[in-house]
């Protein structure tokens, strides 16, 4: 019997090999598996940080779900976090899909705030004025507003090929630095860090509102600001994917180089698409003003622009898809206001990030384990 | 209002950002655009100030404070580079999540009371030399003298030394610098690794040197963007980017200094009697940032500088590109 030898180089080795293969084709459902899979290891890791800092992440867990959409209540609470998280995501839902970094929604928000408020506070409107017109005044200021504050950056984009990121981010320090001048300066109440109570002819009606009508609707939060940011979805999604505009829009972002060729205006559309995508925010930050605080102070965003970009994301820029996961952002806000530490939805948000822009992977590659001897 | 005593604590707040901006370049001469410096500048000064409290040791913390964010940077390094993702994404994602992070664990630190600090030297002979004495050499905490040493470092490694020619060569080139036998993956680990400790330090020299304390996220206030932007306009240059430092810090001393005094150049202080006036002065370093972004790109049209050729792309042997 003959013993047959191994060869003199005995090299180890790791048992297992991963290879990654580019898929050629990607199934219909492999990007929402993937996305939910990315979520659910997020929510995995934030807990294991949870546990570190001494918390217990399951009963936590179990108090958000209850606290986001355990009665009709909450899930009204958790409709109008959503609501200026919806717009916020459509702007960079937009902008990204051109691959234009808008980073500033936060101050573009503000900015719409601030255009909202100025309608009621310099007063360019009476205080009489009736809903009617007061209204689609605070409507037209406030995404006036965000949209010049997206100007600049597009411009200087544009003109002078100046990095967006951090422009559009500086602008958000200056936007917060401008609205704490008004609160504190200008339309400061009795000393206060706050503008007066707008009338009530500026806020935008709640359900609660008719509850006389409808019993159900006592208390319930969620108001007409819903209807706009599903409205501005409805139209995103329009332009994105039914209009010529949209479709230059994408060919920019897919293949700028073609998009030239084929005589796109990049100039131009980098200009609309930042103001439009800047008005969009500032629409969310006049919801937030007329449907939920009714007057103007300075802790009117727990970072929504910030949480924009990860909704964009997460909904992989389809401006219809926004809706859905802005819902379960809203709960995730909502809910996190009291969890201690006080950073937690923070913290889930950016992990989410991370693993969902990770597991982009699996979606362009098909991963193989190839098993083989630990010796060659 | 001493021009003096403003300039030198101008010198030690540009400290800060001469750490970030100084890590940034050599991430980004690598090919790697790490936007998450905000984020890792937090951890730094959270994990540093965490440590000297609960060790009174401020070298410790500042040991710690490098270690951790370097150690975050390789999420963003295996995401850019291992999985040849958006690098633009990945590193807001690793920004939110670093933010997210260090507010979870620095929380209860702002209640921390005293905390030892890392020290304050004056430099024999050298605090002599009129002016510059003063400004430079006269009681600055330890870090602003490693700041001095690290821009000639810098500036020698990259533009002089072989390892210095390698890190340019995978900004550059990478397709070339492979065929060379040079490792393009592991280096570029290692110089985000790096651009990831300097920030770490960048933070470390806030919450232990600079402006002692924890204030979550008011303890950068967007610094780590601004150093983001100081790379541009420094064009990947170590010497630009302290002279870029130094003129930030001094501008956000001089901000916060003007308030001060009831007189101003012989004229009543506008910003004393009128201290809402402040909000605009803190507008001004953002402001200057864009500001100094559209002059940096118009001289780097002009003289046809540019960022390194494959920042931001990332590098398969065997596909086509760079």
């Given at each position: ?376 | ?242 002279f870029g430092s130094y003129a930030f810090g001094a501008l956000r001393r001089l901000i916060l200094d003007i308030q001060g005094p009831t007189v101003l150049l012989g004229l009543r202080n506008p910003f004393y009697y009128n201290p809402y006036w402040g909000f605009f002065l803190q507008m001004i370093p953002y402001a200057f940032t864009i500001a100094v972004l559209v002059l940096g790109s118009r001289e780097a049209v002009r003289k046809r500088l540019g960022a390194p050729a494959a920042l931001g792309l990332p590098y398969a042997r065997g596909e086509r590109g760079l």
């Amino acid at each position: 019997m003959t013993v047959v030898e191994a060869p003199a180089e005995r090299r180890w080795r790791w048992p297992i090999e991963i290879r990654l293969e580019p898929r050629l084709s990607q199934p219909a459902w492999l990007g929402f598996g993937v996305s939910l899979g990315a979520v659910a290891l997020a929510l995995v890791l934030g807990g294991v940080v949870l546990k570190l800092v001494g918390g217990d992440p399951v009963r936590a867990y179990l108090y958000m779900i209850r606290a986001s959409f355990g009665n009709l209540g909450v899930i009204s609470d958790t409709i109008t976090k959503a609501t200026p998280l919806i717009l916020v995501g459509l702007a960079c839902a937009l902008a990204f899909r051109m691959r234009l970094w808008n980073i500033g929604a936060e101050g573009q928000f503000f900015a719409g705030a601030f255009g909202a408020s100025a309608v009621v506070l310099t007063p360019l409107l009476a205080p009489e004025t009736p809903s009617i017109w007061m209204i689609p005044a605070m409507i037209l200021a406030g995404f006036v507003a965000g949209a010049l504050w997206g100007f600049l950056p597009g411009f200087l984009k544009a003109r002078y090929n100046v990095n967006e990121i951090i422009s559009t981010l500086m602008m958000n320090y200056i936007a917060v630095a401008w609205n704490n001048f008004f609160i504190f300066a200008v339309w400061t109440e009795g000393g206060f860090q706050m503008s007066r109570v707008f009338p009530k002819t500026a806020w935008l009606p709640r359900l609660a509102d008719y509850a006389k009508e409808i019993r159900e609707f006592r208390g319930l939060t969620a108001h007409l600001g819903l209807v706009i940011g599903l409205l501005a979805a409805v139209i995103v999604w329009w332009v994105l994917f039914r209009s010529k505009w949209g479709y230059e829009i994408r060919l920019i972002g897919d293949n700028p180089k073609a998009a030239r060729y084929a005589g796109v205006n990049i100039v131009r559309n980098t200009v609309l698409v930042m103001m439009l995508s800047g008005g969009l925010a500032g629409l969310a930050g006049m919801s937030e003003i007329s449907g939920v605080v009714h007057r103007l102070q300075g802790a009117i965003s727990p970072g929504y622009g910030f949480t924009g970009i990860i909704i964009a994301w997460l909904a992989k820029l389809n401006p219809l898809a926004v809706i859905p996961v802005s819902v379960l952002f809203g709960a995730l806000i909502l809910a996190g206001r009291e969890i201690q530490p006080s950073g937690v939805p923070k913290m889930i948000q950016g992990i989410v990030l991370v693993c969902l822009i990770a597991s982009e992977l699996m979606i362009r590659n098909r991963i193989r384990f190839i098993f083989r001897p630990v010796r060659s | 209002m001493d021009p003096i005593i403003i300039l030198q604590a101008g010198v030690a707040t540009g400290t800060v950002l001469l750490f970030a901006t100084v890590g940034e370049i050599l991430a980004e001469r690598s090919g790697v655009l790490n936007l998450g410096v905000e984020g890792m500048m937090l951890i730094g000064a959270m994990s540093a100030i965490n440590i000297a409290v609960r060790t009174g040791n401020p070298w410790l913390g500042l040991l710690v404070a490098m270690v951790a964010s370097g150690l975050l940077s390789q999420i963003h390094a295996v995401i850019a580079i291992q999985f040849r993702a958006d690098q633009v994404v990945s590193g807001l994602a690793l920004n939110f999540a670093a933010v997210g992070l260090s507010l979870v664990f620095g929380e209860g630190l702002s209640k921390a009371g005293a905390v030892a600090l890392l020290p304050t030297y004056t430099l024999p002979v050298l605090y002599q030399i009129p002016v510059i004495g003063p400004i430079f050499f006269t009681k600055q905490s330890v870090m602003v003298y490693i700041g001095y040493l690290l821009i000639p470092l810098v500036w020698v490694y990259i533009h002089r030394t072989r390892p210095g020619m390698h890190l340019r060569a995978i900004g550059e080139f990478p397709g070339a610098a492979d065929a060379l036998g040079i490792n393009v993956a592991r280096l570029r680990h290692l110089y985000v690794f790096l651009g990831g400790m300097l920030a770490g330090v960048a933070g470390a020299t806030i919450s232990l040197a600079v402006a002692p304390g924890w204030f979550s996220e008011l303890t950068t206030s967007g610094q780590g963007w601004i150093a983001i932007g100081l790379v541009i306009f420094a064009q990947w240059d170590p010497l630009r980017a302290a002279f870029g430092s130094y003129a930030f810090g001094a501008l956000r001393r001089l901000i916060l200094d003007i308030q001060g005094p009831t007189v101003l150049l012989g004229l009543r202080n506008p910003f004393y009697y009128n201290p809402y006036w402040g909000f605009f002065l803190q507008m001004i370093p953002y402001a200057f940032t864009i500001a100094v972004l559209v002059l940096g790109s118009r001289e780097a049209v002009r003289k046809r500088l540019g960022a390194p050729a494959a920042l931001g792309l990332p590098y398969a042997r065997g596909e086509r590109g760079l």
